[in-house]
Structures are given as C-alpha cells and as structure tokens.
C-alpha cells in the first residue's frame, strides 16, 4: 500500500536535491515564500513551505496557503509514476489549483 505522506517526502527530497544541485536556479528562488496545501480526496491535507530556496518536510493538516491543490491520490499517484499528466489530469478537471497565475507557473517549475 502507497502511503501518502511518503510519496511527498520522496517528491519534497527529489525537487529540495533539485534545486540544490543548481546554484543558479537556488538563488532564483532564495526570496520566495510560499505555502502549498495539498487536499487528497475529502479530508486528506498535507502542507509544505518554499522558504529560502528549501521546501520544508511535508505536515499533515489544513493551513491557510498561497497554492492550493485539489487532487485524488489516485490521480496524483498515477502524474507521479507518467501515467498521466497534470495538463490532462487538470483539463479533466481531476485536478485542481487555487493560485495565482506567478504561483501557478512557480508550481510548475518546480515539478517539471
């Protein structure tokens, strides 16, 4: 069984080693503050901050944040293992992201 939480701290260690294996891109980001809520099915939320070029480890809980992402797990699980993409996942209207369109674009650079 997947567990969710990991999937996060895997996703959260792969884009943190991301963005420290690239001084350039680091130092794009060092002044950027950000909380990201993550709501997996009803009542699933687990959040994270983008501080100083580091994304903190992942809480479970309800915060109040700058982007807010709507997900099944199943759909988040299947963008994650490129069964899917997040375009088609979003299109389909499976996903979901209250943000602006900066933070928006941030959320995708760091993914990609």
Known sequence: MVLVKE???????????RIADDEK????????VKTVLVQFDQDKFYNFKLDK????PVSKGEVEADIRIQVPF??????????????????????QIKASLMDKLLLQDLLK
């Open 7 to 17: 999937v996060l701290d895997n996703l959260v260690e792969k884009v943190n080693k």
């Open 25 to 32: 891109y680091k130092k794009k980001l060092n002044d950027v």
């Open 53 to 56: 070029g580091q994304i903190s």
């Open 74 to 95: 199943e759909t988040f699980n299947k963008i994650m293992n490129k069964e899917t993409d997040a375009l088609t996942a979003y299109f389909e209207k499976k996903l």
